[in-house]
């Protein structure tokens, strides 16, 4: 059996986050889900996975139930396989982030960077005066990562705060283009660098995972494979499995 895989998140105002918790642990558990989702007051951000007709049905009521009651009508979605289950149990956690940055000045909701599709990242990056930043970890892009990227060489994405104030200039880096692996670290870091000064920031809509279901291997700038947190460890092209190579 092959399972299917859902990658999601939405940064939308939750007030009511801590009522969602066991109404969509009710409804994970209904459908035989595992993988793990984070609520909190800025959105949501999960990966789950089960059957097609399962996955299907839990990402229609996160769009159209009564849960959420239209809010998450901006969904950031990814499917993709595995031929195993990759996720041991089902985890929902209650957080002060979806996803951990640490500061107050990072708000999507309010604003975020200009988002590039897959289809137009070659051209971006290409382009003369264009700074090229991995927001990931550091054994993340060991794994893989675009031709000319600079690699921040943090541990974690907190970090990224840090290598901004050592390493960049809104007066000289004027045009900045930012990558992660499905998009959700991009909008804190944008909303981050605008906050900071810098006039013109971009980010890969949908991240790594996006561009590798989009663009041709022939025609791609990504090098070696995408690290996901779960047991299929990597993604290539297509967003097929590759196990890597630590």
């Known amino acids: 059996m092959a399972y ?21 642990r009710t409804l994970c558990g209904d459908l035989a889900l595992r993988g793990s989702v984070l609520l909190a007051h800025e959105g949501i951000n999960g990966t789950l996975a089960g059957s097609a007709v399962a996955t299907d049905e839990f990402v229609a009521t996160l769009r159209h139930g009564d849960l959420f009651r239209g809010r998450l009508d901006h969904l950031e979605l990814k499917f993709s396989a595995a031929l195993a289950m990759p996720f041991g149990r089902l985890k929902i956690r209650l957080k002060k982030e979806i996803v951990t940055f640490g500061d107050a000045a990072a708000d999507p ?12 990242w070659n051209d971006l990056i290409a382009s003369p005066g264009t700074v090229l930043i991995d927001t990931r970890n550091a054994f993340e892009v060991a794994i893989g990562t675009f031709e000319g990227a600079i690699d921040p060489a943090i541990a974690s994405f907190g970090q990224f ?30 909303s981050y660098l605008l906050s900071r000064g810098f006039a013109e920031v971009y980010h890969l809509k949908g991240g790594i995972l996006n561009y590798l279901e989009q663009v041709a291997e022939a025609e791609s700038r990504w090098r070696g494979e995408c690290f996901v947190f779960d047991e299929r460890v990597a993604l290539g092209h297509g967003l097929r499995e590759r196990p890597a190579e630590y």
């Open 4 to 24: 299917k895989v859902a990658a999601f998140y939405q940064f939308a105002p939750l007030p009511d986050f801590r009522d969602l918790h066991q109404p969509l």
């Open 109 to 120: 909701t309010r604003q975020v960077g200009i988002y590039v599709e897959p289809k137009d």
């Open 161 to 190: 705060k840090e290598f901004t104030a050592r390493h960049l200039d809104p007066a000289r880096d004027r045009k900045i283009a930012m990558f992660c692996t499905g998009g959700i670290r991009c909008e804190k870091a944008s």
